[in-house]
């Protein structure tokens, strides 16, 4: 069964330095999403992504963040300059037609 | 943003006994997802609602949407250990369909 992949698990970062965090989407799907989960909290939504540009944000997906989709199957949300408070588990999500999100393992961000 | 409250937090019951989990928001809803979540794990699919005051079974998981597209419920008959889990709603907002995440619900299941 086709599955949201995303690398790497776990990256560990110190405060200031640029990440990139790597999703590829299940194939034939259309819409693309970031979210982000804080140790003990609920899960919030990033941004979308849809036909090459950004779809919506949330007031969190601020100047420090943006998203490529580089080739036909990579998605990736880069965090220029990393706070403290950056440090979560970020969960990429794609869908055919925006009902039904699958969501990939997530990566685990912790900035030192 | 909208919010979604889910009810109880936290619910712990023995084997075979029948729960029912609530999502309710004052919010109207394009869509309601029922997740479920393993610590450091992404949320996994469970059922997608989408029209008022539909219901949806899925072996012993029975869905509801609320008539008005503010509310849902979980009801699990005769859970078993292995539904023991943290458990997520997430409405919809139509468009490209942002997904809002509810507090969730915490169940174990003793057996």
């Known amino acids: 069964e086709p599955e949201v992949t995303q690398t790497p698990s776990h990256q560990v970062t110190q405060m200031g330095q640029e990440v990139i965090l790597r999703c590829v989407p299940i194939s034939n799907h259309l819409y693309f999403y970031w979210y982000r989960q804080i140790l003990g909290q609920k899960v919030e939504f990033l941004v979308s992504?849809?036909?090459?540009?950004?779809?919506?944000k949330s007031e969190i997906f601020d100047d420090q963040f943006s998203v490529e989709r580089p080739d036909g199957s990579n998605f990736t949300l880069k965090i220029r300059s990393t706070k403290l408070e950056d440090s979560a588990m970020y969960f990429c999500?794609?869908?055919?037609?925006?009902?039904?999100?699958?969501f990939g393992p997530g990566t685990r961000l912790t900035v030192t | 943003t909208q919010l979604l409250e889910q009810s109880p937090q936290f619910l712990s019951i023995q084997e075979g006994e029948n729960l029912t989990v609530y999502c309710n928001s004052s919010?109207?809803?394009?869509?309601l997802q029922w997740y479920r979540q393993e610590p450091g794990e992404g949320p996994v699919l469970l059922v997608t609602?989408?029209?008022?005051?539909e219901v949806k079974k899925l072996k012993r998981l029975t869905f509801q949407f609320g008539d008005a597209r503010k509310d849902s419920s979980l009801h699990i008959t005769a859970a078993q250990p292995g539904d023991t889990g943290l458990y997520l709603c997430a409405g919809g907002d139509g468009g490209a369909n942002n997904l809002f995440f509810g507090t969730g619900t915490r169940l174990t299941v003793i057996p």
């Open positions: 609602v989408v029209t008022g005051g």
């Open positions: 999500a794609s869908t055919v037609a925006t009902h039904e999100q699958y």
């Open positions: 919010s109207v809803f394009s869509s």
């Open positions: 992504f849809y036909n090459n540009e950004i779809s919506e």
